[in-house]
Antibody, heavy 118, light 108 residues
């Protein structure tokens, strides 16, 4: 059974950075992309970007360019999303999701709540 | 970027009734690269439909979807208690991928 398991909730101060992990299990993830999507409290879904774990290629939403970095530790089968220069507007649940290079997301992580507060 | 507008914002229906949800795109969504997701409180979204009309694995056949170009529809033929949730459309035809703002289907 395919699973994406994310790291636990984080509380950060404004200006800090956060790094969220997403570990895959249950299936080979060769040929897939991993996307990151966030959801502010009571709001809709916002796409942040994707990483091709096979070669490290990334594609970030323009909104997050310069602030987000997506990486992969192949040996750990774990993907990471780091967001810097946090503000209260970054308070959200961050999800990772699998894309079989089709564009839609068939499996999702459970979400990681990141709270930015002074 | 392609803006997706979902309507209505909230749909109040009773179990057994039919739900019709709309997703309208600001530009043509090429090759019907549109998906639908269901999200319940405290949970991650779940894929229902991809390619505008193809049910994902394990999705009951009471869920159906259609549409093309700029107008897309998700239909739930007979609402079951577990179907009350928020539904999002997503276009993946062009970057950035975008989601609609969601339609909440609530119990009347």
């Amino acid at each position: 059974q395919v699973q994406l398991v994310q790291s636990g909730a984080e509380v950060k101060k404004p200006g800090a950075s956060v790094k969220v992990s997403c570990k895959a299990s249950g299936s080979t993830f060769s040929g897939y992309y991993i996307h990151w999507v966030r959801q502010a409290p009571g709001q809709g879904l916002e796409w942040m970007g994707w990483i091709n774990p096979n070669n490290g290629d990334t594609n970030y939403a323009q909104k997050f360019q310069g602030r987000v970095t997506m990486t992969r530790d192949t040996s750990l089968i774990t993907d990471y999303m780091e967001l810097t220069s946090l503000t209260s507007d970054d308070t959200a649940v961050y999800f990772c999701a699998r894309d079989r290079r089709e564009g839609w997301f068939d499996y999702w992580g459970q979400g990681t709540l990141v709270t930015v507060s002074s | 970027e392609i803006v997706l507008t979902q309507s209505p914002g909230t749909l109040s229906l009773s179990p057994g009734e039919r739900a019709t949800l709309s997703c309208r795109a600001s530009q043509s969504v090429s090759s019907s690269f549109l998906a639908w997701y269901q999200q319940k409180p405290g949970q991650a979204p779940r894929l229902l439909i991809y390619g505008a009309s193809h049910r994902a694995t394990g999705i009951p056949d009471r869920f159906s979807a259609s549409g093309s170009v700029t107008d897309f529809t998700l239909t739930i033929s007979r609402l079951e208690p577990e179907d009350f949730a928020v539904y999002y459309c997503q276009q993946y035809a062009s970057s950035p991928q975008t989601f609609g703002q969601g339609t909440k289907v609530e119990i009347k």
